[in-house]
């Protein structure tokens, strides 16, 4: 039976997501007894980043539309160091002072997230096909339960992030949303919530009066030709995280006060039965 008690929060790295509000709501769920685990991203900063580095991003657009991130070895290190570093140690904080105790940790680590590394990506560039190797990239097969189970039991809230493993040990980027779906459908979560700078799935992007408020579990898959860029994974990593199991899935705005409080209750894209 899906655990009702453990809610998996993602949230994702856009520049007018407000941290502060998250935070403060996570640290409210908690203190009234929930579980949860917060996994997040830090886009807008690591390309600030890279680029006041002098190594700006690169995307690829995938034959099937899905866009990511071009990570090399030296986008690997500038990533660990933002998402790893800034970001993630910046939310630790923040929950920090509103009283919870928080532990940061990528996926990385105790192998959390763990998988395979990509040997080649393809990639449509000026409308021809693409090989692109030396890529540091790839997808969360397997999840650290126990240790998860163990930070969890501690009375802790892990905060999670990219980078993963490969399952020879090298860092990965994997893409958040769908890792925080294979934690969620790992832990036997009944509920993941995804929360992003827009309401939710919209119908007519990026017009935010389309949204679409609800979506039957069993026709989340037709809904993928409506998703406009980085909302084609987060529909990819709800359909996965429902078919493991997972009973709902919920997209919500993240620029809102009390926004997991609000997405519980409803509002943004309700997916499943």
Request: aromatic share 4%; hydrophobic share 45%; glycine share 10%.
């Amino acid at each position: 039976m899906p655990d009702a008690s453990l809610v998996v929060v993602k949230v994702g790295g856009g520049a007018d997501i407000d941290l502060g509000a998250v935070t403060a709501d996570i640290a409210t769920f908690w203190r009234e007894g929930h579980r949860l685990i917060l996994v997040h991203g830090g886009a807008a900063t690591l390309n600030d980043v890279a680029t006041r580095l002098g190594h700006p991003p690169e995307f690829l657009t995938s034959p099937s539309g899905h866009v990511s991130r071009r990570t090399d070895r030296r986008t690997l290190e500038i990533f660990e160091m933002v998402y790893c570093g800034q970001v993630n140690k910046g939310i630790v904080e923040r929950l920090q002072r509103h009283g919870v105790n928080a532990v940061g940790l990528s996926g990385l680590d105790g192998r959390i997230w763990e998988g395979p590394r990509k040997d080649t990506i393809r990639a449509v560039k000026d409308g021809r096909q693409v090989v692109v190797r030396d890529d540091y990239t790839g997808k969360v097969e397997r999840v650290n339960v126990t240790l998860l189970r163990s930070l969890l039991d501690a009375g802790l809230l892990p905060v999670l992030t990219p980078p993963a493993a490969s399952y020879d040990g090298t860092a990965i980027n994997v893409d958040g949303d769908r890792a925080a779906a294979q934690t969620a459908l790992a832990l036997g979560a009944e509920t993941l919530v995804i929360l992003s700078n827009v309401p939710g799935l919209l119908e007519r992007f990026p017009d935010e009066a389309s949204l679409i408020r609800r979506i039957p579990a069993a026709e989340v898959a037709r809904f993928m030709a409506v998703a406009e860029e980085r909302m084609k994974k987060k529909v990819l990593g709800a359909q996965e995280a429902l078919e493991g199991g997972v009973l709902r899935v919920i997209f919500a705005d993240a620029r809102v006060p009390q926004p997991v409080r609000q997405a519980l209750a409803g509002k943004g894209t309700v997916i499943g039965d």
